[in-house]
């Protein structure tokens, strides 16, 4: 791979993007403060392989151009080689080109650095078969003998090249793992590589080699470096956007910025922590970071589960009740009784009956409305008169229950009409679960995750559940293939807490009537089961 000598014309100052040709006259970015901290830490870090993981706006790539200058216009022995820019679009190749002119132009004035103005021409790509073509690219050529090439496109043969090569926006690429595994075949001959990018999920190649790095995959020859949106802001983002207008930075005006910037992207909150704050998204649309659900866990409290074999329904009917009354005295009574009785008490029910979980999850609410998930009830190939038993036990002896949400939705639709007309149709909301409510609820109960208003029982089922919410043309909802039950690997899960949860934060919303004692009812007492089904 190699540039072609001919160029094709002289690229004029007006041709390039706004954000070069606004750059003040007097800009001079050598002077002591022009750089802000992070962008200076940035520029210090000396080693072949620098990856940034950074937040948008962040000033980083506007950096990389400086040192690209600096590199370019040096002297062989003072560490001087050709600089590569390789963008993700022909618009970013321009406008990094038109920085390192506009600094090289600063620069020739007060050294003698020899720089032409900005040339295009034709780069000669050729692919590891010996395909060639070629493609635009933006040069600027130095008194040194090296020079700054942007790529207006993905080269094919990135291992070619011979130099410093930046790679911008790298988890945006259209074959990130190519790139990056081509681009390190350069350190072979003392080139430096430097991968600049926002995330852009965390199964994205980008991602993974931020990982690599951090344990140490590539020894002590890369370094990873985090600039976020608010590292910005802290280091005077805003003061540098209005010195660039000619405006007077003012604190309300900051402020204004600053909200303005973060509610751009209303509901759409995983995106605005990935382009923002570095947080790459869990895949593909996935709502809810995991270290947000790690967060809410808590260590100590209790997964019910009552997994059944297919031979239970041929037991006798009371027989059946009396094993899960049985069940209910031995683990889930010693869990209500713990409540707190000073709370009000909602539950949301997803209800299965043969291939997934039916879910029944309790949760209280505080003065802050604060959601709490005190422990989770599953039941698997459980009848449905005995998963009632279930269901009116908990209900009953809820501490200020004040209402309560059920899937109506298909087989559900008996069990939820039924404990209406139990408890109240006041008490209990019947939900067919659809489309329409999955955009109008489920992006409240991804908020309690990200406003760390709710706490849950740590359990690694539990987590996978709430990960299998994911956008879906903007609607946050469950559709993820089932997966595999980290307790029983026979068994297998379809996100079934995350729709229980959702319902148990829609009735704390919804149900409005206030909190109501329901006189309890004893269980029919059955003659203890010692053997059968544990």
């Known amino acids: 791979m190699k540039p072609s000598s001919s160029t094709l014309r002289v690229i004029e100052w007006d041709e390039l993007p706004p954000s070069v040709r606004e750059i003040p006259e007097g800009y001079n970015p050598l002077d002591d403060g022009i750089l802000m901290a992070h962008q200076s830490e940035w520029l210090g870090i000396d080693a072949q392989i620098k990856l940034c993981e950074k937040g948008r706006r962040t000033g980083i790539t506007f950096a990389e151009a400086l040192d690209s200058v600096i590199t370019a216009a040096s002297q062989k022995v003072a560490g001087g080689m050709d600089c590569f820019y390789i963008g993700d679009t022909k618009e970013k190749g321009l406008e990094f080109i038109g920085y390192c002119a506009k600094f090289s132009r600063v620069m020739a004035e007060a050294q003698a650095s020899g720089v032409s103005e900005i040339e295009e021409f034709l780069f000669d790509d050729q692919d590891d078969s010996g395909n060639t073509r070629q493609i635009n690219a933006y040069r600027i050529r130095y008194a040194?003998?090296?020079?700054?090439?942007?790529?207006?496109?993905?080269p094919a043969g990135v291992r070619g090249l011979q130099g410093k090569v930046i790679i911008d926006e790298a988890a945006f690429h259209r074959d990130v793992s190519a790139v990056l595994d081509a681009a390190t075949a350069l350190l072979i001959w003392g080139g430096r590589i430097v991968i600049i990018s926002t995330h852009n999920g965390k199964a994205n190649a980008f991602n993974q080699m931020v990982s690599d790095i951090r344990d140490k995959r590539y020894g002590d020859?890369?370094?990873?470096?985090?600039a976020t949106f608010d590292d910005a802001v802290a280091n005077g983002l805003f003061e540098r956007v209005c010195f660039m207008a000619g405006k007077v930075a003012t604190a309300e005006e900051k402020e204004a910025w600053y909200k303005k910037i973060?509610?751009?992207y209303g509901p759409r909150k995983a995106q605005m922590r990935e382009e923002l704050d570095a947080i790459p998204r869990d895949g593909n649309g996935v709502c809810i970071p995991g270290v947000w659900i790690d967060e809410a866990m808590r260590p100590g409290r209790t997964v019910l589960r009552l997994a059944l074999p297919d031979d239970f329904t041929q037991q006798?009917?009371?027989?059946?009740?009396?094993?899960?009354?049985d069940w209910i005295q031995r683990n889930l009574a010693p869990l209500v009784s713990q409540l707190a009785p000073d709370l009000r008490h909602y539950l949301g029910m997803d209800y299965a009956r043969h291939r997934d979980f039916s879910i029944a999850c309790p949760m209280s609410v505080d003065q802050s409305r604060h959601r709490d998930v005190p422990f989770v009830i599953e039941m698997h190939r459980v009848p449905a008169r005995q998963q009632k038993l279930v269901l009116f036990y908990t209900l009953r002896r809820l501490p200020r229950f004040s209402g309560a949400a059920l899937d109506a939705s298909g087989n559900g639709e008996t069990l939820a009409e039924e404990t209406a007309d139990e408890f109240g149709q006041n008490l209990i909301k019947q939900v067919k679960i659809s489309r329409a409510w999955y955009?109008?609820?489920?992006?409240k109960f991804v908020g309690l995750f990200e406003d760390s208003t709710i706490t849950l029982p740590q359990d690694d089922n539990l987590h996978q559940d709430v990960r299998a919410i994911e956008t879906v043309d903007?609607?946050?909802?469950?559709?993820?293939?089932?997966?595999q039950d980290l307790k029983d690997p026979d068994l297998y899960r379809h996100g079934d807490f995350a729709g229980a949860?959702?319902?148990?934060?829609?009735?704390?919303?919804?149900?409005t009537s206030g909190p109501v004692s329901v006189k309890s009812r004893r269980p029919r007492q059955g003659k203890r089961i010692t053997q059968g089904y544990a």
């Not at 040194?144 to 993905?154: D, E, P, W």
């Not at 020859?221 to 985090?226: E, I, L, N």
């Not at 006798?316 to 009354?325: F, N, S």
């Not at 903007?474 to 997966?483: F, L, N």
């Open 144 to 154: 040194s003998g090296f020079k700054i090439v942007a790529l207006s496109s993905n």
């Open 439 to 443: 955009g109008a609820w489920m992006p």
């Open 474 to 483: 903007g609607i946050p909802m469950i559709v993820k293939a089932r997966s």
């Open 316 to 325: 006798p009917v009371h027989r059946r009740d009396a094993y899960v009354e």
């Open 501 to 511: 949860g959702a319902l148990a934060n829609f009735a704390t919303l919804e149900v």
């Open 221 to 226: 020859s890369a370094q990873v470096y985090r």
């Open 262 to 264: 973060r509610n751009a």
